[in-house]
C-alpha cells in the first residue's frame, strides 16, 4: 500500500536564507520513509504565509487552507521544528494553532477530521531541550486527533553554547541514524494498519 507524508519545516527561515537543520532532518527522515512506500514532500511555512488563528480559514491571504488540503491528505505529518529558548518555533506553534480547528471538525462518522493519521516529530538545536519540545509536540498533536507511533521523534542537539548546526555535520551520527530508521519504519506501519482498519466511529 502506498502512503503519502507531508513534513512541516517550521524553520524561522525563509527559502531565500538557504538550508535549514530542521529541514536536512526532514529530508533524512522522508528518505528513510521512502524505503518504506512513502512518498512525501516538504514544505517551508515561514513561506506560505499561515495567519495567526484558531480557525482552518482566516480570510485574504491565509497560506494555511492550502496546507491544511495538504495535511488531511496526507497518511503521516511530520513536524519539524528548531528549538528556541527551550521551546519549538514561533511558527511551530503557529501551526499547532492552525491545526486546533480540527477539535471542532468531523467527518461523517463523527471522527475528528485528522484521525487515522500518523505524525512524527523532529527536533534540531545547539542546546538541551529536545524532549521538552518533543513532549510539547506530541500532546498537541494527539489532542488534535493524530496518532503517535512508538519512537516517533528524531532530534539533534549540539554542544550547549556551541556553533555547530546539523546541516554543517560531516555526517549524520550513527544514533540519530539509527533513531530516524525506527520512526520511519513504526511510522509507516501504524500508518498502514489505521488505513485498513480506520478508528470506530460514533454509535
Known amino acids: 500500500m502506498a502512503l503519502k507524508a507531508l513534513a512541516l519545516n517550521c524553520t524561522l527561515k525563509g527559502a531565500d536564507k538557504g538550508a535549514s537543520s530542521t529541514g536536512v532532518l526532514l529530508s533524512q527522515m522522508l528518505d528513510e520513509l ?72 468531523t467527518d461523517e462518522a463523527g471522527r475528528m477530521v485528522s484521525y487515522g493519521r500518523v505524525a512524527l516529530v523532529a527536533v534540531v538545536g545547539n542546546e538541551d531541550g529536545a524532549h521538552h519540545a518533543a513532549a510539547e509536540l506530541y500532546q498537541a498533536l494527539s489532542d488534535v486527533g493524530f496518532t503517535i507511533p512508538a519512537n516517533g521523534v528524531a532530534y539533534w542537539v549540539g554542544e550547549a553554547m556551541g556553533g555547530v548546526d546539523y546541516k554543517d555535520l560531516p555526517e549524520t551520527p550513527k544514533k540519530v541514524a539509527t533513531t530516524i530508521a525506527t520512526a520511519a519504519r513504526n511510522a509507516a506501519h501504524v500508518a498502514r494498519l489505521l488505513a485498513a482498519e480506520p478508528y470506530p466511529g460514533e454509535g
Not at 517551508?44 to 485574504?60: A, C, F, I, K
Not at 491528505?73 to 514561533?90: C, E, F, K, R, V
Open 34 to 105: 521512502g524505503r518504506h512506500g512513502v512518498g512525501g514532500e516538504i514544505v517551508r511555512v515561514v513561506d506560505r504565509n499561515v495567519l495567526p488563528g484558531v480557525t482552518s480559514d482566516e480570510g485574504d491571504g491565509d497560506g494555511w487552507p492550502e496546507l491544511r488540503r495538504a495535511v488531511l491528505d496526507a497518511d503521516i505529518l511530520l513536524l519539524g521544528t528548531p528549538i528556541w529558548l527551550g521551546h519549538p518555533s514561533s511558527v511551530c506553534q503557529r501551526v499547532l494553532e492552525r491545526l486546533d480547528a480540527f477539535l471542532g471538525e
